[in-house]
């Protein structure tokens, strides 16, 4: 067997020891005589499984009690049409920055039920930074006020929030439990977990309870927060498996040390690309340096056939989906939490040796 290091966006790498966990129990869970696939989510054995996901997110996101945290499907995007059919509900108005395509996206599926004011835009320099937020620009009567936390496919993150009195709302799909958040800030957050907390299938949502009465007539049941909220995730067939797994990550997680750990480990290895980028001749990052991500690196050369060059020659060498966004062209290395230092340290190794080859 030969695992590479694998720098996809999503779905992404998976820590070695939660991979290993689930082969071991793949043919019998606990005492259940069966797998977790095979199980009735009415069994007291998938009982125990989703409680213990739901307590662990708990406890690594010091999540308060008077919020709801769910497991749903339709992954991040589905969240883009049920954040405006939920929380739009007095005024039917939410003001959105537009950081790239996943916030566009979002925006753009608001828009078909509400007023969406886009207060600011890095469109301008293809996302490649956070635009300086003013605050003349926010609506008075805003329902709730939106941000992608982290811009995947852009490398950006928001490191400071907005200052604004509407109910924050972040999209933190590729950011979540990479560092500590305080849920306090936000009424809403979610999260695809494909990025870093498991399997595609489940996305994990965490919202303030008193934001989940009077939604919007229209509002379909499966896209109601209450709906799931008042069945403990289990209104209809919850993703079972996934949720499985993604509570194996959060007990990998919570072995780790927890979010502030990883949190810890994750800007060290940030730090060992970021300063090899700025060391560089010939491979630049393509972010304004205040505003990098800690999970998505993207790159560039300058010239497409030598960035064609070195992912061919990145992936004969196992560091594998190396590729950019086709927005941004170049490279980009997704070093989410399961991605070990040394995967950084050798990628840099190489990118080193490549640089030299090619100068
Ligand atoms: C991947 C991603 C999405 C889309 O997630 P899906 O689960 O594919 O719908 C949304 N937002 C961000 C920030 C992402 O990284």
């Known amino acids: 067997m ?12 998976l820590p070695e020891e939660v991979l290993k966990k689930a082969q071991d129990e793949m043919l019998e ?60 509900n007095k005024n039917k108005k939410a003001d959105y920055v537009i950081t790239g ?45 939106y941000i992608c936390y982290n811009n995947t496919i852009y490398g950006t993150r928001f490191t400071k929030l907005p200052e604004t009195d509407a109910t924050l709302v972040a999209d933190i799909s590729s950011c979540v439990m990479s560092e500590v958040i305080d ?28 934001l989940l009465d009077d939604v919007m007539d229209i509002t379909p049941t499966m896209l109601n927060y209450k709906t799931h909220a008042d069945n403990g995730s289990m209104y209809n067939t919850p993703p079972t498996y996934g949720i499985y797994v993604l509570k194996l990550v959060l007990e990998w997680i919570k072995a780790k040390g927890g979010v502030a750990e990883l949190q810890k480990i994750n800007e060290a290895k ?17 972010v304004v340096p205040e505003d990098r991500s800690l999970m998505n690196v993207p790159f560039v050369t300058g010239n497409d056939e030598l960035d064609a060059k070195f992912v061919a020659e990145a992936k004969a060498a196992g560091f594998v989906n190396l590729k950019g966004h086709r927005t941004v062209g170049g490279m980009r290395a997704s070093i989410y939490n399961a991605m070990p230092v040394e995967g950084v340290e050798k990628l840099v190794e190489f990118m080193k040796k490549f640089e030299a080859e090619n100068a």
């Open 270 to 286: 940030a730090k060992i690309l970021y300063d090899y980028l700025d060391s560089s001749k010939l491979f630049k990052g393509t």
């Open 2 to 13: 030969s695992r590479v290091y694998n720098f996809s966006a999503g779905p992404s790498m």
């Open 101 to 145: 395509q996943w916030a566009k996206k979002a925006a753009a599926e608001a828009e078909r039920y509400i007023t969406v004011n886009k207060v600011a835009s890095s469109a301008d320099k293809t996302f490649s930074y956070i635009p300086k937020l003013d605050k003349s620009t926010f609506s008075s009567d805003a329902d709730y006020f």
């Open 183 to 210: 849920v306090t800030k936000f009424g809403l957050l979610f999260a695809g977990a494909q990025k870093n907390l498991g399997p595609a299938g489940v996305t994990l949502v965490i919202v303030r309870e008193d």
């Open 29 to 88: 869970c606990g005492k259940s005589g069966m797998s977790v696939m095979e199980m009735s989510h009415r069994s007291k054995d998938y009982q125990e499984i989703i409680d213990g996901a739901e307590a662990l997110v708990r406890e690594l996101m010091n999540v308060p009690d008077n919020y709801k945290v769910l497991f749903l499907q339709g992954g991040g995007s589905t969240q883009f049409a049920m954040v405006p059919l939920n929380l739009a």
